[in-house]
């Protein structure tokens, strides 16, 4: 059902952000919502990024509200965006243009067009409609695409037969949509999904762009049904020949992340490597993620299984959880939990042992007369183990054992 454009305005009106925007804005060129936040505000949801399309010049646009608002515009040459920024009140705004790509999976050639040309050239016909901000046009709704039936219906629809072509990353995008408000691609789409998912475009693209598309859905509370979408389409071996989605695995590993404080998408991520971690290395090194971040995936997808076989064989005590753990990140364990390691030990050294410090220093070792070397390295580390197994107990026999274990003396 269409909203009539008063109760649109009003809707459009309570947009956090709204109340600035709006007036700073009059007497400029003709601008609209457009994007996820008209579907969330037709779907009666909290609209939270600003995303405005402008008939003229967007960066002069920009300007002319980083001015009014007091703010800062950032401006990006290439597709005639910009980013304003004042206070809390974060504002992308784009030059409204038609694309024309080259070829399959690269950067499109833009050129300014009309908003319905602009809207035409979007991913899905749920994210192809506008919201007027200017003057009496405050609230009217454009929808030359017939998006709203679709979201009504809740129907995740291309607009063109070439769409996954043109651009493969809305392929992820897709699932995104369909986990996120529990919609369905329409029988044409999905097609276009499966034939697409068979070409491989998603191999064409950058690992950067992969990356982006990827870690949004990833992040979605709704994973499991995404990850589940994804290898029913084909697309998990879109991106490499050797990932096999495994639904259970990406939903297990997310509760273990949740249950230990670990990152969730990285977890995700780690769950889908997992399976081929070796095959899939070198294109989680493509992703371009932060190193931190590759690093603690790519070894927890390959040491997981191994942190769980040895977590089911036997118990562990404090110390031997340090030696096997100690040195894992939380996307490893959250991993392993996913793997069907025990949870005890895991949650018992992520919430008790493993913030357990010495009371002394190598500093106190020093003023005893042990010589820096190995030796007092390896008797800090030894004391700690005695610590957290309860044979040490106070700072005294925290000294007492290091000593003796950096002077030799120290073998029980």
């Known amino acids: ?3 009539r454009d008063g109760e649109l305005r009003e809707r459009v009106r309570s947009v956090p952000g709204m109340e600035r925007l709006l007036p700073a804005l009059d007497g400029l060129a ?10 969330d505000l037709l779907r009666g949801a909290v609209a939270v990024d600003l995303d405005v399309a402008v008939e003229g010049d967007a960066r002069s646009v920009a300007r002319a509200l980083a001015e009014r608002l007091g703010g800062e515009a950032r401006e990006h040459e290439r597709f005639g965006t910009a980013t304003v920024r004042a206070d809390e009140l974060s504002v992308d705004l784009a030059t409204t243009r038609r694309e024309a790509y080259p070829e399959p999976g690269v950067l499109p050639v ?8 602009d809207l035409a050239r979007r991913d899905f016909t749920i994210n192809a409609m506008a919201l007027g901000l200017s003057g009496d046009d405050l609230g009217h709704l454009y929808d030359p695409c017939d998006g709203l039936p679709d979201l009504d219906e809740g129907l995740v629809r291309v607009l063109h037969e070439r769409s996954f072509r043109d651009d493969p990353t809305r392929l992820l995008r897709a699932l995104r949509y369909e986990a996120r408000l529990g919609f369905r691609m329409d029988p044409a789409t999905e097609l276009l999904a499966r034939d697409a998912a068979t070409e491989g475009g998603l191999r064409t693209v950058s ?6 598309e ?3 859905l990833l992040a979605e509370q709704e994973l499991p049904s995404g990850i589940a979408r994804m290898r029913e389409l084909g697309i998990d071996r879109a991106m490499h020949t050797a990932m096999e989605a495994d ?21 995700a991520l780690a769950a889908l490597c997992a399976p081929a971690a070796e095959r899939l290395d070198l294109w989680l090194g493509d992703l371009h993620l932060q190193a931190w971040d590759r690093d603690a995936v790519s070894r927890a997808a390959r040491i997981a299984p191994r942190l769980a076989e040895e977590l089911r064989a036997r118990d562990h005590t404090p110390s031997e959880l340090r030696a096997l753990l100690g040195r894992e990140t939380l996307v490893a364990l959250a991993l392993a939990l996913a793997m ?6 895991i949650l018992r050294w992520v919430t008790e042992l493993r913030g357990v410090r010495l009371e002394i220093s190598g500093a106190d070792l020093l003023a005893e007369g042990v010589p820096e070397g190995p030796a007092l390295g390896r008797a800090l580390d030894e004391t700690l183990s005695r610590k957290l197994d309860g044979l040490v107990r106070s700072r005294d026999e925290e000294l007492e054992t290091a000593l003796l274990l950096a002077r030799g003396a120290g073998d029980d």
């Not at 690992?207 to 982006?212: C, E, K, L, P, Y």
């Not at 639904?247 to 977890?267: C, E, M, N, Q, T």
């Open 1 to 3: 059902m269409r909203p």
């Open 30 to 39: 003709p601008s609209y919502l457009v994007g996820g936040a008209v579907r």
């Open 110 to 117: 833009v050129e300014e067009a009309g908003l319905d040309e």
């Open 207 to 212: 690992g950067a762009r992969v990356r982006d």
């Open 214 to 216: 990827l870690m949004d």
């Open 247 to 267: 639904p259970v695995l990406v939903a297990s590993a997310a509760l273990g992340a949740v249950a230990i404080g670990a990152d969730r998408s990285l977890v």
């Open 340 to 345: 069907d390691a025990p949870s005890e030990p």
